[in-house]
């Protein structure tokens, strides 16, 4: 069945180094969907990628969605501590539900 | 805030008892879903409902079940619990039935649920 896996798992940065997560899909998404979830919260949707190529900005975010929509990163300049959460991209499976990916945790060091 | 509600925030119970965890969704949001997050794991998902009906089945075990009511509220019944059960049950809500095509999906603070 299709999986989504996002590399790396963890991530420890110094405050104000960038930060980059990648999600890798086994089929084509239709679209890409990316969530944060703060430490002891619930993910929040950030944003989502249709078309192949996509890119999208919100602040110090920019996300990806590859050529062959079987990929996608989410790219963070200058992190802070606010950035703190773990990262989840999500794809459609099929024509329904979603697929999370396993997610990235990031951490930053002050 | 979300707009989506659950209750309770925290249940700590036996192994071999039954729970019902409850969902509200925001408001006018058709679809509810729920997903289990253990330590350290992803979000998997468990079942979608739409407008009463059950939509999408995912990795749920059978001593689970849960259904929508006509005010659109679900509930998440879980049965003849085990130590593994243990984890975090989120519910989500969107507006339609693609259930992630197009759709963004809400989620709720969650229901953290101990077994003993």
């Known amino acids: 069945g299709q999986q989504v896996m996002q590399i790396p798992q963890y991530q420890h940065v110094q405050e104000g180094e960038d930060f980059t997560t990648y999600c890798n899909s086994s089929?084509?998404?239709?679209?890409i969907q990316w969530y944060k979830q703060r430490p002891g919260g619930h993910p929040v949707f950030l944003i989502q990628?249709?078309?192949?190529?996509e890119v999208k900005k919100q602040k110090r975010l920019t996300f990806q969605f590859g050529e062959a929509k079987k990929n996608s990163s989410l790219h963070i300049t200058a992190t802070q501590t606010t950035d703190v959460g773990t990262y989840f991209c999500?794809?459609?499976?099929?024509?329904?539900?979603?697929?999370f990916g396993t997610g990235t945790r990031l951490t930053i060091i002050p | 805030d979300s707009g989506v509600t659950q209750t309770p925030k925290h249940l700590i119970t036996a192994t071999g008892q039954r729970v019902t965890l409850r969902c509200s969704p925001r408001?006018?949001?058709?679809?509810v879903y729920w997903y289990q997050q253990s330590l350290d794991q992803g979000l998997q998902f468990l079942i979608q409902?739409?407008?009463?009906?059950?939509?999408a089945k995912g990795n749920i075990l059978e001593r689970f079940s849960a259904q929508q009511f006509p005010d659109l509220h679900s509930e998440l019944n879980l049965s003849s619990l085990e130590l593994g059960d243990s984890a975090l049950y989120f519910c989500?809500?969107?507006?339609?039935?693609?259930?992630?095509?197009?759709?963004?999906?809400?989620f709720g603070p969650g229901t953290r649920l101990l077994v003993l």
């Open positions: 089929t084509t998404l239709s679209n």
């Open positions: 989500a809500s969107s507006a339609g039935a693609s259930g992630g095509r197009q759709e963004t999906q809400y």
């Open positions: 408001s006018g949001d058709l679809s």
């Open positions: 999500a794809g459609p499976k099929g024509n329904e539900k979603l697929t």
């Open positions: 990628l249709v078309k192949s190529g």
């Open positions: 409902y739409y407008n009463g009906e059950e939509r």
